[in-house]
């Protein structure tokens, strides 16, 4: 079956410097992939989307691509501020279904 | 309203105890979804509603628990005879396209 795997470790960087953090999953590449922020006690919110067709997605500070060769999407903070410091969750919607699969989440803290 | 409403946001219930959690979507979300979050881990699906149906409840963990949707607006989630390791974060979000909106959670402890 498909997993979704992210880095559970936490990613320390100072400020100012470009975050990536890293999503794969294991067999068929999901038609889209989705990326949320969630804080300590809030739900996640929407951040990007990228289709199985795109390579490369940014939003301001934020760029998400999506190599289906490697089975891998990498997300991007560039000029990282410590207001970025949160838990970064990718997700997928399986085939057939409507409901989001996402991966454990992986918490960046940001250094001032 | 403007955003995912839970309540409460927070339940502490004894074990064995019943519980009901609340979920008010935004207006004329079609989709409403429930998850369950662990500490440490991402959401984990539950239960799926379009409208008032019920399409999918292939995560529900056991038939302990028990989710409605009657007018196809607000959401209750039921556990009943809870257990210990029911204690978690539940999620509620709404959608009308491809992007989730997702409410504060309810924490539940269970002792």
């Known amino acids: 079956s498909q997993k979704i795997e992210q880095n559970s470790e936490a990613l320390n960087i100072q400020e100012g410097k470009t975050a990536t953090l890293t999503c794969n999953y294991t067999n068929y590449s999901p038609a889209y992939l989705q990326w949320y922020r969630q804080d300590p006690g809030r739900g996640p919110v929407f951040l990007l989307l990228?289709?199985?067709?795109?390579k490369e997605k940014r939003k301001e500070r934020l760029k998400v691509t999506f190599d289906t060769t490697l089975k891998q999407s990498l997300f991007h903070i560039t000029a990282s501020q410590p207001a970025d410091s949160a838990t970064y969750l990718c997700a997928y919607v399986d085939t057939g279904r409507r409901a989001l699969t996402f991966g454990s989440g992986t918490r960046l803290q940001v250094q001032p | 309203g403007a955003g995912v409403s839970q309540s409460p946001r927070y339940k502490v219930a004894k074990r064995g105890q019943d519980v009901a959690l609340r979920c008010d979507p935004i207006?004329?979300?079609?989709?409403l979804f429930w998850y369950q979050q662990a500490l440490g881990q991402g959401p984990e699906f539950l239960t799926y509603f379009q409208n008032e149906a019920q399409l999918d409840k292939s995560g529900l963990p056991s038939d302990r628990f028990f989710a409605e949707r009657p007018e196809g607006s607000v959401s209750t989630l039921k556990i009943q005879r809870t257990q210990q390791e029911d204690s978690a974060v539940y999620l509620c979000a709404s959608s009308s396209q491809v992007e989730a909106f997702f409410g504060q959670g309810t924490r539940l402890t269970v002792v």
């Open positions: 990228i289709r199985e067709n795109e």
């Open positions: 207006s004329g979300h079609v989709s």
